[in-house]
């Protein structure tokens, strides 16, 4: 197990350098001219000329990537160039924020998609359809339009919950509870319909095996049956869609964000694209690579343990 940990976190350190390295040449091979983007049309060449040496832009262009990777080895990724505020300070302010979003999100997804795929899978008929086409649904709707159906309905109308606004877990649990229960039900519905499906068609696949019927007359409850042997032989392909379904709801909690004015990495997202703030947005870059890798070893290591036959592949 330890050496299929290393492998996997050896490739997910090799596929960081890649992104990170192209994005970094594509930037700054098409920004154009950086200094006078951030002064404006009306400075002068000399001002222009300035800032393009304080920023080191006067320098080639391996150098400077040479430079930047050092820096970023070491956690350093240098200054906004509109706020002059440290990249990783930055980013690692509002990286909590989202994480709790799409953390709690996967958590819900979870078990709700398995109780929905379970018991689609047992009971087939009517129960099958409704979740297939409550499924569909989820997936045609987009999560911002679910997620101003939540606010209009909830925070608006019923006015159970602050239509926007962020309260910070160390100020009052409950108080983060409310600012997140719209969010994360607006990205749930999507992961929820994604889960169950592969949660219901492997467990429609397992239940066909020979080794249940053998359990089953052995006199094996059917429910441990289900949940002990079934479940854990379907949660290898449910927990491949679980991770992507992770990754996906990093981009969708940039949206859902904005609705709900929550200060996390979508704000400062936006804000970075829309500037042009080029290490910024390299920092958030790194930053998703980084937790995308470790969920993807989380997962592999979680299938490694359902399924041994992972590890040896």
Avoid: C
Avoid at 21 to 31: D, F, R
Avoid at 56 to 64: A, M, N
Avoid at 166 to 187: H, R
């Amino acid at each position: 197990m330890v050496r299929f940990a290393l492998r996997r976190l050896l490739d997910g350190v090799v596929l960081i350098f890649a992104i990170s390295t192209i994005s970094y040449l594509l930037l700054y091979m098409g920004a154009g001219n950086i200094a006078r983007t951030i002064l404006g049309p009306t400075a002068t060449e000399e001002t222009v000329a300035l800032k393009t040496a304080e920023l080191g832009l006067d320098q080639p262009l391996i150098p400077r990537y040479l430079d930047w990777l050092s820096g970023a080895i070491r956690g350093d990724f240098g200054r906004s160039w509109f706020t002059s505020q440290p990249v990783t300070e930055a980013i690692t302010s509002r990286l909590a924020v989202t994480l709790s979003l799409v953390i709690g999100t996967v958590i819900l997804s979870a078990i709700i998609a398995v109780v929905l795929g379970v018991w689609a899978a047992r009971k087939r008929g009517v129960a099958d359809r409704v979740i297939q086409v409550t499924a569909i649904l989820g997936f045609a709707i987009p999560n911002f339009l679910i997620a101003i159906l939540l606010v209009r309905v909830f925070a608006l109308n019923l006015g159970w919950f602050k239509p926007t606004g962020y309260v910070q877990i160390g100020t009052s649990f409950t108080g983060w509870l409310a600012s997140v229960t719209l969010p994360i039900l607006a990205l749930s519905v999507g992961a929820v319909a994604a889960v169950a499906q592969q949660v219901r068609g492997s467990v429609i696949d397992a239940l066909r095996q020979d080794w249940v019927r053998t359990l089953r007359s052995r006199g094996v409850p059917e429910n441990r049956v289900v949940y002990k042997h079934v479940l854990r032989n379907a949660g290898g392909p449910a927990l491949a869609v679980l991770a992507v379904q992770f990754v996906g709801l990093l981009g969708g909690a940039v949206i859902v964000e904005q609705i709900f004015a929550i200060p996390g990495l979508g704000q400062v997202s936006v804000l970075a694209t829309s500037q042009g703030d080029i290490p910024l947005v390299m920092g958030l870059v790194v930053a998703v690579g980084i937790v995308v890798v470790i969920v993807n070893l989380v997962m592999d290591l979680a299938q490694g343990f359902l399924n041994p036959k992972v590890r040896l592949s």
